[in-house]
Protein backbone atom coordinates (compact mmCIF):
# COMPACT_ATOMS: atom_id res chain seq x y z
CA UNK A 1 0.00 0.00 0.00
CA UNK A 2 1.22 3.67 -0.59
CA UNK A 3 0.44 6.88 1.68
CA UNK A 4 0.61 10.27 0.06
CA UNK A 5 1.08 12.86 2.32
CA UNK A 6 0.32 16.67 1.31
CA UNK A 7 1.37 20.23 3.28
CA UNK A 8 1.86 23.43 1.89
CA UNK A 9 -2.03 24.42 1.58
CA UNK A 10 -3.33 27.57 3.44
CA UNK A 11 -4.95 31.25 2.95
CA UNK A 12 -3.37 33.81 0.53
CA UNK A 13 -3.97 37.25 -0.98
CA UNK A 14 -4.48 37.67 -4.88
CA UNK A 15 -1.53 38.09 -5.95
CA UNK A 16 0.12 35.97 -3.77
CA UNK A 17 2.53 32.01 -3.79
CA UNK A 18 2.04 29.16 -2.29
CA UNK A 19 4.04 25.89 -2.48
CA UNK A 20 2.60 22.45 -2.28
CA UNK A 21 4.24 19.09 -1.24
CA UNK A 22 3.33 15.97 -1.86
CA UNK A 23 5.33 12.71 -0.14
CA UNK A 24 5.13 9.51 -1.10
CA UNK A 25 5.44 6.09 1.27
CA UNK A 26 5.12 2.78 1.20
CA UNK A 27 6.66 -0.43 -0.67
CA UNK A 28 7.65 1.83 -3.50
CA UNK A 29 9.08 -0.08 -6.30
CA UNK A 30 8.86 2.65 -9.19
CA UNK A 31 7.03 5.59 -9.57
CA UNK A 32 5.36 6.80 -13.00
CA UNK A 33 3.30 10.01 -13.55
CA UNK A 34 2.56 12.49 -10.67
CA UNK A 35 0.10 15.10 -10.52
CA UNK A 36 -1.95 18.34 -8.97
CA UNK A 37 -6.04 17.79 -9.07
CA UNK A 38 -8.37 20.23 -7.46
CA UNK A 39 -12.03 21.02 -6.77
CA UNK A 40 -13.82 23.64 -6.52
CA UNK A 41 -17.36 24.15 -4.20
CA UNK A 42 -19.77 22.61 -7.28
CA UNK A 43 -17.37 22.13 -9.43
CA UNK A 44 -15.65 18.41 -10.81
CA UNK A 45 -12.25 17.46 -9.87
CA UNK A 46 -9.98 18.96 -12.71
CA UNK A 47 -6.51 17.86 -13.47
CA UNK A 48 -3.97 21.29 -12.81
CA UNK A 49 -0.46 19.50 -13.88
CA UNK A 50 1.13 16.39 -14.32
CA UNK A 51 4.93 15.40 -14.68
CA UNK A 52 6.28 11.59 -16.19
CA UNK A 53 9.55 10.17 -14.76
CA UNK A 54 11.58 12.06 -17.28
CA UNK A 55 10.59 15.69 -16.17
CA UNK A 56 8.63 16.34 -19.15
CA UNK A 57 5.04 18.51 -17.91
CA UNK A 58 1.89 19.86 -18.64
CA UNK A 59 -0.30 22.17 -17.66
CA UNK A 60 -4.15 23.12 -17.65
CA UNK A 61 -4.56 26.26 -19.51
CA UNK A 62 -5.87 27.89 -16.63
CA UNK A 63 -2.40 28.02 -14.36
CA UNK A 64 -0.01 28.14 -17.63
CA UNK A 65 3.12 30.65 -16.74
CA UNK A 66 1.97 30.50 -12.57
CA UNK A 67 2.13 27.38 -11.43
CA UNK A 68 4.97 25.17 -11.65
CA UNK A 69 5.19 21.30 -11.33
CA UNK A 70 8.54 19.41 -10.28
CA UNK A 71 9.45 16.31 -8.11
CA UNK A 72 12.16 14.68 -6.32
CA UNK A 73 12.38 11.19 -7.50
CA UNK A 74 14.99 10.41 -4.89
CA UNK A 75 12.36 11.37 -1.87
CA UNK A 76 9.16 10.11 -3.85
CA UNK A 77 7.48 14.03 -3.36
CA UNK A 78 6.18 15.72 -6.21
CA UNK A 79 5.42 19.65 -5.80
CA UNK A 80 3.51 21.94 -7.01
CA UNK A 81 4.78 26.15 -7.20
CA UNK A 82 1.42 28.62 -7.40
CA UNK A 83 2.52 32.08 -8.26
CA UNK A 84 0.07 34.90 -8.99
CA UNK A 85 -2.10 33.14 -7.08
CA UNK A 86 -6.37 34.75 -8.24
CA UNK A 87 -9.38 33.76 -6.88
CA UNK A 88 -10.82 31.45 -9.37
CA UNK A 89 -7.60 28.86 -8.01
CA UNK A 90 -9.46 28.60 -4.65
CA UNK A 91 -10.16 24.74 -4.52
CA UNK A 92 -8.91 21.74 -2.25
CA UNK A 93 -6.31 20.45 -4.25
CA UNK A 94 -5.18 16.90 -4.19
CA UNK A 95 -1.88 14.84 -5.65
CA UNK A 96 -2.26 11.68 -7.50
CA UNK A 97 0.74 9.19 -8.25
CA UNK A 98 0.91 6.55 -10.08
CA UNK A 99 3.59 3.67 -10.27
CA UNK A 100 4.52 -0.01 -9.28
CA UNK A 101 4.85 -1.04 -5.55
CA UNK A 102 5.70 -4.35 -4.26
CA UNK A 103 3.30 -7.18 -2.51
CA UNK A 104 3.37 -10.80 -1.86
CA UNK A 105 6.79 -11.37 -3.66
CA UNK A 106 6.19 -9.14 -6.85
CA UNK A 107 5.20 -5.99 -8.23
CA UNK A 108 1.84 -4.44 -8.39
CA UNK A 109 0.14 -1.15 -10.20
CA UNK A 110 -1.24 1.16 -8.36
CA UNK A 111 -3.10 4.84 -7.92
CA UNK A 112 -2.73 6.88 -5.01
CA UNK A 113 -4.48 10.09 -3.87
CA UNK A 114 -3.48 12.34 -1.22
CA UNK A 115 -5.68 13.50 1.62
CA UNK A 116 -6.45 16.91 -0.30
CA UNK A 117 -5.40 20.29 1.17
CA UNK A 118 -7.33 23.70 0.80
CA UNK A 119 -5.95 26.65 -0.89
CA UNK A 120 -7.86 30.00 -0.60
CA UNK A 121 -7.04 32.85 -2.41
CA UNK A 122 -9.10 36.07 -1.40
CA UNK A 123 -8.31 39.54 -0.03
Known amino acids: QVQLVESGGGLVQPGGSLRLSCAASGSISSINAMGWYRQAPGKQRELVAVIGSGGSASYADSVKGRFTISRDNGKNTVFLQMNSLKPEDTAVYYC?????????????????WGQGTQVTVSS
Open 96 to 112: NVNGRNWKDGRTWPFSS
